[in-house]
């Protein structure tokens, strides 16, 4: 295992009526082999605000920046374990020796790059009220958000000949989620006799999703230092899109009986 190395700094407090806190991390991790090494940083931030005895505003917000780079080994011939386990010494005693590498060059397999970055984003805002005219009847309202884009891009250099590749190669997956949720319900305790209690909740919910990813390769480049799918002498290989949405909705009812608190 390779270096870790974690830093975080946060901050509260509390005014009486408002309290507050944001917090930073940052992780860093390098891995054993050429082209592994990991990066998350992320900011979170929490506010709540009592204005009354009767009614609670609060919000939460967090956003992560990852960049993970991994070496080739998703079961193709470009990976390291492949390349020293299935091509190790020959010890059955046949006459033929393999030899670690044999299948692809090891300066070739620690030259591809394959780098994944995500951006997220989740956060919510929440209100809560207790009725003063009613005692033990109580209204809640959320509504969240869960947004996220992931990239990963898998680079041939050019300068090197790949069996996937014609004069290097590049392939870019990208990916977006987009999900809201809201959330309302009521909610209402009392006595039914001496010791026994009960709390009847209704409510709705509400969930809207949505998937759009693309994928784009590109081959033949200029030289080695461009792999740019739209540089000039590039060509485009592969080209897919996909989008999806969908809702779903719901009312619900729940009922409680709590006898002396057990």
């Given at each position: 295992r390779g270096p870790i190395s974690q830093y975080s700094v946060n901050a509260s407090g509390s005014s009486g009526v408002f309290n507050y806190y944001a917090g930073f991390e940052d992780r860093a991790e390098s891995g054993i082999l050429p082209q592994n090494d990991f990066r998350r940083q992320s900011v979170r931030l929490n506010l709540e605000a009592v204005t009354s005895k009767n009614f609670t505003l609060s919000g939460t917000a967090n956003y992560s920046y990852t960049q993970a780079t991994r070496p080739q080994n998703d079961?193709?011939?470009?990976?390291?374990?492949?390349?020293?386990?299935?091509?190790g010494p020959d010890t059955a005693g046949n006459s033929r020796s393999y030899g670690r590498f044999n299948g692809t060059d090891s300066l070739l397999i620690a030259s591809i790059e394959n780098k994944t970055i995500t951006n997220r984003l989740v956060g919510s805002l929440e209100a809560k009220y207790i009725a003063p005219?009613?005692?033990?009847?109580?209204?809640?309202?959320?509504a969240?958000?869960?947004?996220?884009?992931?990239?990963?891009?898998?680079?041939?250099?050019?300068?090197?000949?790949?069996?996937?590749?014609?004069?290097?190669?590049?392939?870019?997956?990208?990916?977006?989620?987009?999900?809201?949720?809201?959330?309302?319900?009521?909610?209402?305790?009392y006595d039914?006799?001496?010791?026994?209690?009960?709390?009847?909740?209704v409510g709705a919910q509400l969930f809207d999703t949505r998937l759009r990813w693309v994928t784009l390769s590109g081959q033949v480049f200029p030289t080695e230092v461009i792999s740019t799918i739209s540089s000039g002498d590039a060509t485009l290989v592969t080209v897919?899109?996909?989008?999806?949405?969908?809702?779903?909705?719901?009312?619900?009812?729940?009922?409680?009986?709590n006898y002396k608190q057990t």
């Open positions: 079961n193709n011939i470009y990976g390291w374990i492949r390349n020293t386990f299935s091509f005219f009613l005692p033990g009847f109580s209204l809640r309202g959320l969240g958000f869960d947004f996220s884009n992931t990239r990963n891009s898998n680079v041939f250099p050019a300068q090197f000949s790949y069996a996937t590749a014609v004069r290097g190669r590049r392939d870019i997956y990208e990916e977006t989620r987009q999900r809201l949720n809201f959330d309302l319900n009521a909610s209402y305790t039914i006799i001496e010791g026994l209690n009960a709390t009847t909740l897919d899109e996909f989008f999806e949405n969908f809702r779903d909705a719901g009312v619900f009812l729940r009922h409680e009986m």
